[in-house]
């Protein structure tokens, strides 16, 4: 190919043939047999051969735009054919006496049939008519076509069967009936004439079931040689286990501890019992109770001699944390805060940090300044993250530096399914709060369209009279884009219709000192009204606030906006969310649909893995998550169990070279 072409491909990431074979086609197109010209009928693309005569460029008036019109005659007749803007066309095929293949559709036209903009190629080697055609898609601007051209040409130079190697071992092919790789990737690109098109626009042909298997087992057998490597750690530590520490556990909680939060303990008391360091994660929807169960755990590592440290997304909620956890535990042991501006002075921080190394200080809660280098503990014991719904390989590594491999407790709201889990954890250990405690207030769900928002604010200023505190949620847009409202329109509006009360606004581009002010005088009731962009999602607990409107709830994913509507109904008396809506997409009216029918965020987030697909949901490159390129979760959850059981099976045979060389290849891909 050209330089040009060369280089819109390489912008697209293909630059060998490698990438070009495994560029796969998302659908098939059943192309096979044509039809006599006389036979033609409107409405549908159809495949005629015959030859074309006739051609003639057409000037037009609109700029750079032209026209090809001619025919194509075979025995039985001949049908107009027009091309736009392929003027090559008249003189390449003009003085040709070679049969055509045509595809494409047929419309009605002023007189009579017209065949539009058909694909165009000498019968005798045939790329996109009479067979199954590949559609692929576009690489950047090289479209479906042009991709079909290259791939078959790359088919006549390579023998993919006899040059591919296998990577799936033999027996497992058998095992499950599939084809090896270089077959598998033949058949995807050319299918056979008697292929299955149903089933290979299906994702569900024997060559697509190769690559899906292929693909999980590689990624099973990756992750469970990570997993060993973890589980030849031994801990050096010892925990305390026995009565004693239960008692101590006891008298901590200043309520009883939800069915769900004593089995959760329970498994990470296990954990901090066993040999190998603990990495557990302790999923449970917002207000679930997370926070006890965490500093029951620190508690268990203090007890035992241990420090603790406690890492938090954002210094507002490092310093809730930090207040909930010196009511819980202060009374026992000395806890400080260690934020970017904690100390305020320079002297100030230099005293934390040598508490720190010197064990006077036991338990750290902060952000991640907490894990900066100049931060050094005495021995840190087990280390909890909260908020981290994008736990990945970076994050173990920052927090191994930190003394004799800690153990980690990570702590999401955002559920990770089941299915998801296991691809990108392997059996990373899962705690799930799945109760939640007694007593919670209930929160009304209303949807409402953007013409019945005065009515909805109305509302607001009557609870506002009433006592009550509420967020107002934007997407954060410079100016009004398209129909989405912006911040600064809402809090315009939010201002006027609230006329008399306090109001603040904060997004995420606002010097954070002014915004952790303004988060401060709304959890102290200075402030009444919160306008606001996502900043709120994660974590900020402010009971009193019971009402929330979301502006243009269109826009948000469905996560996020459970996240959102989480910051209201912490206290006891009922929350109302209105999620007021533009104009909706298909997809977006399933997601409000959701949301407005469940609070339960289990739920929704299994719907949501349904909605988006994997890679969105967890973001991909930030969990450290390998992208799938042809396997989808859940539907091929079938399929990532036997990868998983079968890599296994393979690692237990797997001895001395073989082993080795294998574990090398994995820590080299890992650290890239
Ligand atoms: P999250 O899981 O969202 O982090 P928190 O730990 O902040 O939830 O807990 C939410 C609220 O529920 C807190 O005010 C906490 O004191 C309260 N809580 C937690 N567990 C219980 C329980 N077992 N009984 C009563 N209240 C509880
Ligand atoms: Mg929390």
């Not at 055509?100 to 058909?118: C, F, I, S, W």
């Not at 399929?639 to 690692?651: F, G, K, N, S, Y």
Request: aromatic share 4%; proline share 6%; net charge neutral.
């Amino acid at each position: 190919m050209g330089p040009a072409r060369a280089e819109a491909l390489a912008g697209a990431g293909l630059r060998t043939v490698r990438d070009l074979i495994l560029h796969l086609p998302f659908r098939y197109e059943d192309r096979r047999g044509t039809r006599p010209v006389a036979e033609a009928a409107a409405g549908t693309s159809q495949t005629f051969r015959g030859r074309l005569v006739g051609l003639r460029r057409i000037r037009t008036r609109r700029r750079g735009f032209s026209l090809v019109r001619g025919f194509v005659e075979d025995g039985s007749g001949r049908l107009p054919v027009v091309w736009f803007n392929r003027p090559y066309l008249a003189h390449q095929t003009a003085t040709d006496e070679v049969e055509y293949l045509l595809h494409g559709p047929v419309k009605a036209a002023a007189d009579g049939l017209e065949l539009v903009n058909p694909s165009c190629e000498p019968a005798a080697q045939a790329v996109h008519g009479d067979r199954i055609a590949p559609i692929y898609p576009a690489a950047g601007k090289v479209g479906p076509a042009a991709l079909r051209r290259m791939l078959e040409g790359v088919l006549r130079e390579i023998d993919l069967p006899a040059q591919v190697a296998e990577t799936v071992p033999e027996e497992l092919l058998e095992r499950y009936g599939l084809p090896p790789l270089g077959e598998a990737l033949q058949a995807l690109h050319h299918p056979g004439a008697d292929a299955d098109v149903e089933a290979l626009s299906q994702r569900r042909s024997p060559a697509h079931l190769r690559l899906i298997y292929g693909e999980l087992l590689e990624l099973q057998v990756a992750l469970a040689l990570v997993r060993r490597r973890e589980e030849a750690v031994r801990r050096a530590r010892r925990y305390q286990s026995g009565a004693r520490l239960r008692r101590t556990l006891a008298e901590i909680p200043p309520f009883p501890l939800t069915g769900a939060q004593e089995r959760a303990m329970g498994e990470i008391l296990a954990d901090l019992g066993g040999p190998h360091p603990m990495l557990r994660l302790l999923q449970g929807d917002v207000g679930s109770g997370k926070t006890i169960v965490a500093a029951l755990a620190l508690a268990a590592a203090l007890e035992s001699g241990y420090q603790g440290a406690f890492m938090a997304p954002t210094e507002l909620l490092a310093e809730q944390h930090y207040a909930s956890l010196s009511r819980l535990l202060g009374d026992r042991y000395k806890i400080v805060l260690v934020t970017a501006s904690s100390g305020g002075s320079a002297g100030e921080a230099g005293r934390l940090r040598a508490e720190l190394a010197s064990g006077e200080a036991r338990l750290a809660v902060g952000t991640h300044a907490l894990f900066q280098e100049s931060v050094e503990f005495q021995e840190l014991g087990l280390a909890v993250i909260d908020e981290q719904h994008r736990f990945g390989v970076a994050q173990r590594d920052l927090l191994r530096r930190k003394g004799d491999r800690p153990d980690l407790l990570v702590m999401t709201a955002t559920p990770i399914p089941r299915s998801l889990a296991l691809t990108a954890y392997g059996d990373l250990a899962v705690s799930t709060l799945d109760e939640l405690p007694p007593g919670r207030s209930a929160v009304r769900t209303e949807l409402a369209p953007a013409r019945q928002s005065r009515e909805v604010y109305r509302r607001l200023r009557k609870a506002m009279e009433a006592g009550e505190r509420a967020y107002v949620v934007a997407p954060f847009i410079e100016e009004s884009l398209l129909d989405a409202v912006s911040l600064s329109e809402v809090e315009a509006r939010v201002r006027e219709i609230l006329a008399g009360f306090p109001v603040a606004t904060v997004h995420g581009r606002m010097p954070a000192a002014e915004r952790e002010r303004a988060l401060r005088a709304f959890a102290a009731g200075e402030v009444r009204a919160l306008v606001a962009t996502t900043v709120i999602e994660v974590g900020l607990d402010v009971p009193a606030a019971t009402w929330m409107v979301i502006e243009s709830s269109e826009r948000f994913g469905l996560a996020q906006l459970h996240q959102l509507r989480g910051r209201v109904g912490r206290g006891t008396g009922l929350a109302t969310c209105v999620a007021i809506h533009g104009r909706l997409s298909e997809a977006a009216r399933q997601r409000l649909e959701i949301f407005a029918a469940t609070t339960d965020g289990f739920e929704i987030a299994e719907r949501d893995l349904l909605l988006r697909g994997p890679g969105d949901l967890l973001g991909t490159r930030q969990a450290g998550l390998p992208s799938l390129a042809v396997a989808r979760l859940p539907e091929d959850w079938d399929w990532l169990v036997r990868a998983r059981d079968d890599a296994r099976e393979l690692l237990g045979r797997l001895r001395g070279p073989a082993l080795k060389a294998l574990e090398e290849k994995v820590a080299a891909c890992a650290s890239s």
